[in-house]
């Protein structure tokens, strides 16, 4: 019996040994207040079948190469982690797709390195932060890599990075300014027009999009008395971003989220490995608790069809049963909401 087409985790990140060790050399042994993990194309391939994940489309988190002063080594950098993720595509056919690192905030340099990560690299789209050394997605002068972008309908992942301002004590920045830092970024680009101006890029916002479906209508209200606009254009304009899942599946704020996109911009990820396993489980089985399965198949797998044609067609290789993978996820549910219950050691 062949096995259904598994999951499509468009919010998985790769850690190359080169990549860590250029960040250890700069002092950098974390990304978001989480020590950086281990990771390797094996124990990216193991989660991915725990999971039932057909094809992971990776990125590079934060900080990208914006630690990086010198332009010139940015863009050095940011050509060698696209040719590292393009040949760790080509090597597992079917398995991993990419989105292509960007050397931001240099507009004219990542204008070239998104054209030949596009063209001639075969990316599947790009990764953006939401910040770049203190810069936002949607400030002015970046019409050069939006008009690029455009042209090839790409599909632009937009990932947090650490907030340009201090950190709070004990407030861990991928707890809470994340999802700030998201929204910023959000903001500024339905305020300023990036989307109805290039009609054709698709916006993926991590991690649910941060606050934006809990605080679309108050932020609408917001730009609209700015700008002359109507609110309900700028909901509109909200409402055409995508968004995935990655640690905001929980019965909480998965309802929020699926309350406010629109059908089909809803796209599952697990933010593997800096995630853990028992998070990426836990969240894994939010979805396939609360979700009935028109739905589920949608999340997991046929609304980023539409994005990735590309990906379609490749079933998850599951070596364990279904049962199996349901039964290992509700342990590590309890296993994880136990560990982050206050008082819990």
Aim: proline fraction near 9%; hydrophobic fraction near 45%; aromatic fraction near 8%.
């Amino acid at each position: 019996m062949t096995a259904a087409p598994g999951r499509i985790d468009v919010h998985q990140h790769i850690v190359p040994a080169f990549y860590r060790e250029l960040l250890a050399e700069h002092g950098i042994a974390a990304a978001g207040g989480r020590e950086l993990p281990d990771w390797s194309p094996e124990s990216a391939l193991e989660l991915m079948d725990l999971l039932g994940t057909a094809t992971a489309v990776v990125s590079v988190s934060t900080p990208g190469t914006a630690f990086l002063t010198d332009p010139d080594e940015a863009t050095v950098l940011a050509h060698r982690l696209n040719e590292f993720s393009a040949d760790l595509a080509t090597g597992h056919a079917g398995r991993f797709g990419w989105f292509a690192t960007l050397p931001m905030p240099d507009v004219a340099a990542s204008v070239t390195a998104a054209q030949r990560a596009l063209v001639d690299l075969g990316a599947d789209g790009v990764t953006l932060l939401a910040n770049n050394q203190g810069t936002y997605l949607g400030a002015d002068g970046q019409d050069a890599l939006w008009r690029t972008l455009n042209k090839h309908a790409a599909v632009v992942f937009v990932h947090p990075a650490e907030l340009p301002a201090p950190p709070v004590e004990n407030i861990p920045p991928f707890a809470a300014d994340f999802l700030l830092d998201t929204t910023r970024a959000a903001y500024l680009l339905v305020r300023n027009g990036i989307p109805r101006r290039y009609p054709d890029i698709r916006f993926v916002l991590s991690h649910a999009g941060g606050f934006v479906p809990y605080a679309s209508h108050r932020m609408a209200v917001a730009i609209a008395s700015d700008t002359g606009r109507s609110p309900l254009d700028v909901l509109d304009d909200f409402r055409d971003f995508y968004f995935d899942t990655a640690l905001s599946s929980s019965p909480a704020a998965l309802p929020t989220l699926l309350a406010f996109a629109r059908p089909g911009h809803v796209l599952f990820g697990s933010d593997w490995p800096f995630a853990p396993t028992p998070a990426g489980q836990y969240f894994a089985n939010g979805l396939d608790t609360h979700l009935v399965p028109g739905p589920l198949k949608a999340v997991n797998r046929t609304n980023a069809e539409a994005l990735f044609p590309r990906l379609g067609g490749t079933p998850a290789p599951s070596r364990t049963p279904l049962r199996v993978h349901q039964t290992a996820q509700r342990v590590a549910a309890r296993l994880f909401f136990k560990l982050v219950q206050p008082g819990s050691n």
